[in-house]
């Protein structure tokens, strides 16, 4: 096997993996632990509903990613879609993003959100930068928007409570509105969608489609095929049967965590930073649905802590082939990370869907499957940025390009793997020649 190895491995054949790939063109093997493309961006099919792995909503901003998905997809064939997401809480349902849109809501709420954002806005002292994320939500959106909405649902969506989740992330995810945003909003007047992801792409079967148009036009994976270990000092993979195989670049794509711990005799203090990277795991429902959507949205947030999911999406208003004819699919975000007891939990969950306006009775659900995603969300912790500032440099040395959503331990979309394994495949031909 030695004398035939490329000199470039990739280990993952996620969007990061496949972009890596088609951008090597050759001269690399890519290996996948199981036995299809996609990572994250795969579809489920079950009795004729599809579900993908919660939503995933594509993207484009990047020229050269868009030219390529020019040629991976023929014209019109994804689906150009007007982001309708809102938010449910106190029995009512806003637009989002919750800040600037008040309106609707019980008039002490809405009050308690304006009159704190407002002294927010009037404050005169100076204040120090946030050092945390709930932090940068009492400084941008007062006490109000902060107690109603940022940080119940932050919580539930990260998994821990957004004072300990630094506040440097934010400013791309987390839409800042302006005060006539605000105004407008808390009257019923704004009529614009806030925020980074106001339309989106989605092809008709779902997202699967995405990695498989990839797949369809690279060397075909490895799959089921994945080292146990690295040896960084001999740069050869171990494998499960103990056979070798060398590389000169490794483009890895599996998570930072599991790449580290699985470095042969790795320094301690790389050793260590490894061990306090944290992520979320998460748990969400597959949901069938014998009628169709009664809402007409794609996703709703949902802060309030009596409901035991804090976002529910409509997959078949993503796409109407995401279900037979007359039915819809959901995702439930649950905000509970331990495995969900579907016993107790379907009804809980169906009855609040009830309450949502989503299905009319309980009897319209026709299953629900639970799902769990182990790495789901990197936590931005205090111990973030100086554990990668220890572990980058070192995997660097190595040859070692760890790349993607989880290879990189960041928080970020599809079309950002399709350009982290572009660049990856840069960085790797930089190191072969
Ligand atoms: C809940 C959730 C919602 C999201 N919603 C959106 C959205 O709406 N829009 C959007 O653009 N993005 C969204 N994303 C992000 C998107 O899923 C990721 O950015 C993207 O799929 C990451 O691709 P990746 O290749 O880096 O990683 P992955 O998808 O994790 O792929 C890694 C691959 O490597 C394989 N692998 C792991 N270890 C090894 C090993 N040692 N050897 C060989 N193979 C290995 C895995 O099996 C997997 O196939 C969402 C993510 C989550 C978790």
């Not at 993952?12 to 088609?22: I, P, V, Y």
Request: with cysteine.
């Amino acid at each position: 096997m030695a004398g035939t190895t490329p000199p470039i491995t990739i280990l993952g054949a996620g969007l990061t993996g496949l972009s890596a790939a088609h951008h090597l063109g050759d001269d690399f093997q890519l290996l996948e632990r199981l036995g299809h493309v996609g990572g994250h961006a795969i579809t489920l099919a079950e009795g004729g509903y599809r579900f993908d792995r919660t939503g995933h909503l594509l993207h484009l901003r990047d020229p050269g990613i868009k030219a390529w998905m020019a040629e991976v997809f023929d014209e019109g064939y994804l689906l150009k879609v007007q982001r309708k997401s809102e938010v449910f809480s106190h029995g009512r349902y806003t637009r989002y993003p919750y800040q600037a849109n008040t309106f609707g809501l019980p008039p002490e709420v809405a009050y308690e959100c304006l009159q704190g954002y407002l002294a927010t806005r009037l404050r005169t002292e100076p204040v120090a930068p946030p050092t945390n994320f709930e932090e940068f939500c009492l400084q941008n959106f007062g006490e109000g928007f902060s107690k109603h909405f940022m940080i119940p649902y932050n919580s539930r969506l990260w998994g821990v409570h957004p004072s300990e989740i630094t506040a440097a992330w934010c400013s791309r995810f987390v839409p800042l509105p302006k005060l006539d945003d605000v105004i407008a909003g808390a009257v019923g007047l704004n009529d614009r969608e806030l925020g980074y992801n106001t339309n989106f792409l989605y092809p008709p079967t779902g997202i699967h489609a995405l990695p498989e148009r990839i797949a369809e036009r690279v060397k075909a994976p490895r799959f089921h095929t994945a080292p146990t270990a690295i040896d960084w000092r001999r740069r050869e993979m171990v494998f499960e049967d103990n056979h070798r195989e060398p590389y000169r670049a490794l483009i890895t794509t599996a998570p930072l965590k599991s790449l580290v711990a699985s470095l042969v005799d790795a320094p301690e203090a790389v050793r260590v930073a490894g061990e306090k990277l944290r992520c979320t795991k998460l748990w969400y429902l597959d949901v069938a649905a014998r009628a169709p959507c009664r809402r007409d949205i794609h996703w709703a947030y949902v802060p309030e802590e009596k409901y035991p999911f804090y976002r529910v999406g409509v997959y078949s208003h993503f796409s109407p082939q995401m279900a037979p004819p007359g039915g819809s699919s959901y995702y439930v975000e649950l905000a509970s990370r331990e495995a969900p007891d579907l016993e107790t939990l379907g009804p809980e969950v169906a009855r609040g869907m009830v309450e949502m306006g989503l299905v009319a009775s309980v009897d319209e659900i026709e299953f629900m499957r639970a799902r769990c995603i182990e790495y789901a969300y990197v936590i931005f912790d205090h111990n973030f940025y100086s554990s990668l500032e220890i572990i980058r440099p070192f995997l660097q040395e190595q040859g070692i390009i760890s790349a993607g959503r989880y290879g990189g331990w960041n928080y970020s979309a599809m079309e950002d793997a399709l350009i982290f394994g572009r660049a990856a495949a840069q960085e790797a031909r930089e190191i072969v020649k």
